[in-house]
């Protein structure tokens, strides 16, 4: 037993200190006590001495001893559970249960297969669901020694599991838990002042989009399907934002009204599978329904061509791009509501110039 023990304090730097600087005598009682803290389960020739401090009191060791020999069957369950448990907060063990979790699937059920978590639409987490983050963290991090990086890990699979079992979407704002949110909660308890450290301190804002949308109805719709005609429905989100931006600087320079857009693939992204999906699914023709402007032009080569004419002829040659359009609507209009057979033309300010520009090309290509 010295012998292990011997070889424990070599290996120990903080040990080998204590050897170093201590009396034999002290040296001694000192190292067996501390290797008493990080193995309590361990006799030593100094856990039974008097003056000692001892792993248990000798009153205690006989009621646990009376207790465990009458109940041997709770004992072993009892000692069962507490090694499962001890099993599931192994930082590798919360790695493998965060990795296996499927936000996408619904219904969304327990981890433990025996209820079914409801599933909502907060965002943010909630005072509770961060306290819960922490203490879980507490307690899969206790006593070990990891670096900043691997801490880091271990919280963001915590907080995986937990956004998971209080039905969350997804993992949102519980970024830099140990700098941000750890600082915060120890400052709170430091100077009392803060009874809701785990409290967002942020205001929900407004997204770029919705603010376009709200001061600029429609326009993003209408530069998305003019973007689409113009290079394509299959280019990326990102080269549709760079043409939208572009288009909407050309707009802007011939009226200043409009916006100068600074979209980019995210927002775009977001916007398109969001509030724009609903919006371009009601401008999208039905079988019913209007039909596309190309779709148009196939079944009624002239049509377009004639209101076009139409509204220079009325409004006259420098007529602006928006009064064309909306002549040439509202003589569609009156043209279905005298014949039902034929479509509806809506042109608008960023359709129109795109047709313009494949009329003109068409009639290159003829003299050619």
């Known amino acids: 037993m010295h012998g292990s023990i011997g070889r424990f304090i070599d290996m120990d730097k903080r040990l080998s200190q204590l050897v170093d600087q201590r009396s034999v005598a002290e040296r001694r009682e000192e190292a067996f006590n501390i290797i008493e803290k990080l193995l309590p389960m361990v006799s030593t020739p100094y ?51 965060a990795s296996k979790l499927d936000f996408e699937a619904l219904p969304r059920i327990t981890r433990d297969g025996s209820n079914q978590i409801e599933v909502h639409d907060r965002k943010s987490p909630d005072e509770l669901l961060m306290l819960s ?4 963290s507490n307690r899969v991090l206790r006593g070990r020694a990891l670096q900043p990086k691997d801490k880091e890990e271990v919280m963001g699979h915590c907080a995986k599991i937990l956004f998971y079992d209080y039905g969350y979407k997804k993992v949102r704002g519980a970024t830099r838990l140990d700098k941000t949110w750890e600082t915060r909660l120890e400052q709170a308890y430091v100077s009392g002042a803060d009874t809701s450290p785990l409290q967002g301190h ?7 989009t919705e603010k376009i949308e709200k001061e600029h109805p429609g326009i993003l719709t209408q530069l998305w399907e003019y973007a689409e005609e113009s290079i394509g429905k299959a280019a990326s989100f990102r080269d549709k934002a760079a043409f939208m931006n572009e288009k909407s600087l050309e707009d802007a320079e011939s009226d200043p009204t409009l916006p100068v857009l600074k979209m980019n693939k995210s927002n775009l992204f977001s916007w398109a599978k969001g509030v724009g999906k609903v919006r371009l699914d009601k401008a999208k023709p039905h079988a019913h329904g209007e039909l596309s402007l190309e ?31 909306t002549c040439m609507n509202e003589r569609s209009k009156e043209d279905v509501e005298e014949d039902p057979t034929i479509p509806l033309v809506l042109m608008s300010k960023l359709t129109l110039p795109h047709w313009i520009k494949k009329r003109a090309k068409s009639e290159h290509s003829r003299v050619e």
Do not use: C
């Not at 983050?133 to 879980?136: Q, S, Y």
């Not at 942020?202 to 770029?208: H, I, L, Q, S, V």
């Open 133 to 136: 983050i922490f203490d879980l």
């Open 295 to 325: 779709q148009i032009e196939k079944k009624y080569p002239s049509l377009i061509e004639e209101l076009y004419t139409f509204s220079v002829e009325a409004l006259g040659s420098d007529a602006s791009i928006h009064m064309l359009a």
């Open 202 to 208: 942020y205001k929900g804002t407004e997204a770029y």
């Open 47 to 97: 856990s039974n001495t008097p003056g000692n401090r001892q792993s248990k009191d000798d009153n205690s060791e006989k009621e646990e001893e009376k207790v465990n020999s009458n109940n041997p069957t709770r004992y072993a369950k009892a000692k069962s559970k507490r090694e499962a448990w001890a099993d599931f907060f192994l930082p590798a063990n919360i790695k493998i249960v």
